[in-house]
């Protein structure tokens, strides 16, 4: 997939965000910032937690380049692209809005998508079929401080290995991967996230919330996750035939400006 050029550096028909979580210090509002400067869509879907409202209650933290997102994002819907925000939990509070329009910006629930090949994809946050945050909202809160933790930690420990040339190494990635009741946490709930699916009769599910970005096949549906913006930086992107690929910034930034956005960029996947 070899997206057009632009005046941005890279075009491609729709663009998935979510988890970015402004208004916190975990927020990478800088790489997002640079994201959004490079690339343009004729489709910009907020996938959730955009602003942290759990965190912003607590204590008010908003830097400049939080703002900057902001502005961007408002900048885009003004210039012709279709703007969808699909509130979290970490945002629900705009949940009550759902169905108006504010500067260009749509709010909804949830959405379908229809690539350009003709598949439907489900779009939600997914954080309403997380049994933890549904059922449990106090553990959710707890699990957010944690995770917290882990960041702090995480980032001094990159701090050391910056100074000795190793490459950004994630702590809450490894442990995601290594602890067992987590995997079991995701496994089940991306599987329950795929019967919703079947349910709608798609021919795909997209959803944010588990900050672990992923494409693949469950049966006849194809499971998305956009990942986040707090330590991962990715994003699903569309290209112009309706191809999907999961783009990580950090690591892809650099090849996908010099080169354009080859076949092997991300985790690509045709749709069916």
């Known amino acids: 997939m070899t997206p057009p050029p632009s005046r941005a550096g890279?075009?491609?028909?729709t663009i998935w965000i979510s988890d970015v979580h402004l208004g916190t210090r975990r927020c990478q509002a800088e790489r997002l910032l640079d994201f959004l400067k490079h690339t343009?869509?004729?489709?910009l879907y907020l996938v959730g937690d955009i602003v942290d409202g759990w965190r912003l209650r607590r204590r008010?933290?908003?830097?400049?380049?939080?703002n900057d997102v902001v502005q961007k994002i408002m900048?885009?819907?003004r210039h012709g692209t279709a703007v969808f925000y699909i509130p979290g939990n970490h945002d629900e509070a705009v949940?009550?809005?759902c169905g108006l329009r504010f500067g260009g910006v749509y709010v909804t629930n949830k959405a379908v998508h229809e690539t350009a090949d003709g598949k439907r994809i489900l779009i939600f946050h997914g954080d309403q079929f997380d049994a933890m945050v549904g059922y449990a909202p106090w553990l959710a809160r707890w699990g957010d401080t944690a995770y917290d933790?882990?960041?702090?930690?995480n980032r001094a420990v990159n701090v050391v290995r910056r100074l000795f040339g190793f490459p950004y190494w994630s702590l809450s990635a490894y442990l995601k991967h290594k602890?067992?009741?987590?995997i079991e946490h995701i496994g089940a709930f991306e599987t329950f996230i795929v019967e919703r699916a079947r349910h709608h009769n798609v021919d795909g599910v997209l959803c944010g919330h588990i900050h672990h970005g992923e494409m693949r096949s469950v049966g006849s549906i194809l499971y998305m996750n956009d990942g986040?913006?707090?330590?991962?930086?990715?994003?699903?992107?569309?290209?112009a035939e309706g191809a999907l690929s999961l783009v990580n910034w950090i690591k892809d930034r650099d090849r996908l400006l010099g080169t354009g956005l080859s076949d092997q960029a991300g985790e690509k996947r045709k749709n069916g």
């Open 179 to 182: 602890v067992k009741n987590v």
């Open 95 to 97: 949940r009550p809005y």
């Open 60 to 66: 008010w933290y908003w830097p400049q380049s939080h």
């Open 10 to 13: 890279l075009r491609f028909r």
């Open 149 to 153: 933790a882990a960041l702090y930690i």
């Open 228 to 239: 986040d913006w707090v330590e991962s930086c990715t994003a699903l992107v569309e290209d």
């Open 75 to 77: 900048r885009c819907a």
């Open 40 to 43: 343009e869509s004729d489709y």
